[in-house]
């Protein structure tokens, strides 16, 4: 019986490790949307709007400021809304757009992939993220400059690169559980010291190690796995005191939910159920169960068996596709408000063609008798030209921010 760490489990595991091994981590000068009184629901709707508009980033600052960040230097001729918005549920609420330095969204897609790509050919792991408080890519790495020092060179200000431990990728995490499924390790997790270790019951571990099809190594090179011997006799031993425990609990008319905990070495079993149903199972179990009190439904808790593990998987699997139908529907959604704002862009140049023609045709009848009219017209005309060009050129520098409208908007 192979036990899976819960992912909540493993995630803090994660981060404590990081915390423990001193990791760096980039400073955002940003708030959650509700410390700014911003609904979820209002929050979606401005995420929407980013999303419509080809923003880069939607976030609030420090001040609570809902800002949206754009690219190019430029922002839609035409703003596009969700259909029937006419504003948000809080009245407050006033979109700011800002520039970056960057040239467009995929320049920042690709600087971040570029980076973890060469990082990974150097034998190291890295996360990038864009940074709208400083308007770069941040890198965190625990690489040395003999590794990053071309991407700086490369991207110079665009780029930060920060000291830090990134963490295990998903690619070389889903390697870890591969060798412990293949080597029938208990779990796989991450402990105190940061070190990622696989469990083994029995006392004992195996003559010969599998691994995975063509595997050479981890991305991050710096990863070393570590064996732990646990006080069970076998996986299956686990996997029975599980089911005795939730079968006891439940026929007592309580809920529970019992998992094995790799720090403790022990089974927790989480229920409201009073000393009396939980003794006896204590005095069988000793330090291998541990009880915490908490309220779990009848019927939650521990499948005998695998079948807990599938049904982990199926929720993964779920919620995978679930990510991807929404990225799909984004895209859509994306696709079609580009080909709205184009079509709208065609039909107004159309349009301007047009009434240039007409003006054209207008000026040439009348030409000899405007002919002063039309020399104090182009002086006019280039003179405006001038202002508009430079204002343009101020408005549209990095970190410059301006108000977006919105629909019914004074």
Same mark, same amino acid.
Do not use: C
């Given at each position: 019986?192979?036990? +899976?760490?819960? +992912?909540?489990?493993?995630?803090?595991?994660?981060?404590?490790?990081?915390?423990?091994?001193?990791?760096?981590?980039?400073?955002?000068?940003?708030?959650?949307?509700?410390?700014?009184?911003?609904?979820?629901? %209002?929050?979606?709707?401005?995420?929407?709007?980013?999303?419509?508009?080809?923003? =880069?980033?939607?976030?609030?600052?420090?001040?609570?400021?809902?800002? =949206?960040?754009?690219?190019?230097?430029?922002?839609? #001729?035409?703003?596009?809304?969700?259909? @029937?918005?006419?504003?948000?549920?809080?009245?407050?609420?006033?979109?700011?757009?800002?520039?970056?330095?960057?040239?467009?969204? #995929?320049?920042?897609?690709?600087? &971040?992939?570029?980076?973890?790509?060469?990082?990974?050919?150097?034998?190291?792991?890295?996360?990038?993220?864009?940074?709208?408080?400083?308007?770069?890519?941040?890198?965190?790495?625990?690489?040395?400059?003999?590794?990053? !020092?071309?991407?700086?060179? /490369?991207?110079?200000?665009?780029?930060?690169?920060?000291?830090? !431990?990134?963490?295990?990728?998903?690619?070389?995490?889903?390697?870890?559980?591969?060798?412990?499924?293949?080597?029938?390790?208990?779990?796989?997790?991450?402990? !105190?010291?940061?070190?990622?270790?696989?469990?083994?019951?029995? @006392?004992?571990?195996?003559?010969?190690?599998?691994?995975?099809?063509?595997?050479?190594?981890?991305?991050?090179?710096?990863?070393?796995?570590?064996?732990?011997?646990?006080?069970?006799?076998?996986?299956?031993?686990?996997?029975?005191?599980?089911?005795?425990?939730?079968?006891?609990?439940?026929?007592?008319?309580?809920?529970?939910?019992?998992?094995?905990?790799?720090?403790? %070495?022990?089974? %927790?079993?989480? /229920?409201?159920?009073?000393?009396?149903?939980?003794?006896?199972?204590?005095?069988?179990?000793?330090?291998?169960?541990?009880?915490?009190?908490?309220?779990?439904?009848?019927?939650?808790?521990?499948?005998?068996?695998?079948?807990?593990?599938?049904?982990?998987?199926?929720?993964?699997?779920?919620? +995978?596709?679930?990510?991807?139908?929404?990225?799909?529907? +984004?895209?859509?959604?994306?696709?079609?408000?580009?080909?709205?704002?184009?079509?709208?862009?065609?039909?107004?140049?159309?349009?301007?063609?047009?009434?240039?023609?007409?003006?054209?045709?207008?000026?040439?009848?009348?030409?000899?008798?405007?002919?002063?009219?039309?020399?104090?017209?182009?002086?006019?005309? &280039?003179?405006?030209?001038?202002?508009?060009?430079?204002?343009?050129?101020?408005?549209?520098?990095? @970190?410059?921010?301006?108000?977006?409208?919105?629909?019914?908007?004074?």
């Amino acid at each position: 019986m192979r036990r +899976r760490m819960p +992912r909540q489990l493993l995630l803090g595991a994660i981060l404590s490790a990081s915390l423990m091994l001193g990791a760096a981590a980039p400073s955002y000068a940003q708030i959650a949307p509700s410390d700014a009184g911003i609904s979820e629901d %209002d929050w979606q709707l401005v995420t929407e709007i980013g999303e419509l508009n080809n923003a =880069l980033l939607e976030y609030v600052d420090d001040n609570g400021e809902v800002t =949206l960040v754009f690219t190019g230097g430029n922002v839609p #001729d035409t703003w596009v809304y969700p259909d @029937g918005f006419t504003g948000f549920s809080n009245s407050d609420i006033v979109l700011t757009g800002e520039y970056s330095q960057f040239a467009t969204n #995929d320049e920042v897609l690709s600087i &971040k992939n570029d980076a973890i790509d060469q990082i990974k050919a150097g034998g190291y792991n890295a996360i990038a993220e864009y940074n709208a408080d400083t308007d770069v890519v941040d890198v965190v790495t625990k690489a040395p400059a003999s590794v990053t !020092d071309s991407l700086v060179s /490369t991207y110079d200000s665009k780029i930060n690169i920060v000291a830090g !431990d990134p963490g295990i990728s998903e690619e070389d995490w889903a390697l870890i559980t591969e060798i412990g499924d293949l080597n029938n390790a208990l779990t796989e997790y991450v402990d !105190d010291n940061g070190e990622v270790t696989l469990v083994f019951t029995g @006392g004992s571990v195996p003559d010969t190690w599998t691994y995975p099809d063509g595997f050479t190594g981890f991305s991050d090179s710096s990863i070393v796995l570590t064996g732990e011997y646990s006080q069970f006799a076998s996986n299956d031993e686990v996997s029975s005191i599980e089911s005795d425990a939730m079968t006891q609990i439940q026929d007592a008319g309580y809920g529970a939910s019992a998992v094995y905990n790799p720090y403790t %070495d022990a089974v %927790d079993v989480t /229920t409201s159920a009073p000393s009396s149903v939980t003794d006896s199972l204590v005095a069988t179990y000793d330090s291998k169960i541990n009880f915490i009190a908490g309220d779990v439904a009848a019927s939650s808790g521990v499948v005998k068996d695998h079948a807990k593990k599938e049904t982990a998987k199926e929720k993964a699997a779920k919620e +995978r596709a679930a990510k991807k139908k929404a990225a799909k529907e +984004r895209a859509a959604k994306k696709k079609a408000a580009k080909e709205k704002a184009a079509k709208e862009k065609a039909a107004k140049e159309k349009a301007a063609k047009e009434k240039a023609a007409k003006k054209a045709k207008a000026a040439k009848k009348n030409a000899a008798k405007k002919t002063a009219a039309k020399k104090t017209s182009k002086k006019v005309t &280039k003179k405006a030209a001038k202002k508009v060009t430079k204002k343009t050129t101020t408005a549209h520098k990095a @970190g410059t921010k301006f108000v977006i409208p919105l629909p019914n908007s004074k």
